[in-house]
Nanobody
């Protein structure tokens, strides 16, 4: 299984971005798709998580602003980020946790920079 995140870039505060995470290979079900982020000098933190079946959860900072979704036909997970703030600046990573094989896969991150 390989993951490829894309969609990062430079935006101004208040704008939106949609990140994509394309999954190639066979990922068993059930599974959990998770977006994390890591800002310079900071620990990695959970942004949003989606388990097959529709169980989603968000980091406190993401509640009400970010939305995680899946397109199973495209094997892609999205992170819609609205009302972005400078403190959202970070490298965003997607991860896929195959709950049957008990393997967690990571992809390279995509940089999001929010200017004030």
């Amino acid at each position: 299984v390989q993951l490829q995140a894309s969609g990062g870039g430079l935006v101004q505060a208040g704008e939106s971005l949609r990140l994509s995470c394309a999954v190639s290979g066979t990922l068993s079900s059930p599974n959990v798709m998770t977006w994390y982020r890591q800002a310079p000098g900071m620990q990695r933190e959970l942004v949003a998580r989606d388990r097959t079946g529709g169980d989603t959860s968000y980091g406190d900072f993401a509640q009400g602003r970010f939305i995680i979704s899946r397109d199973s036909a495209k094997n892609t997970v999205y992170l819609q980020m609205n009302s972005l703030k400078p403190e959202d600046t970070a490298v965003y990573y997607c991860a896929a946790h195959d709950l049957k094989a008990m393997i967690k896969y990571w992809g390279p991150g995509t940089l999001v920079t929010v200017s004030s």
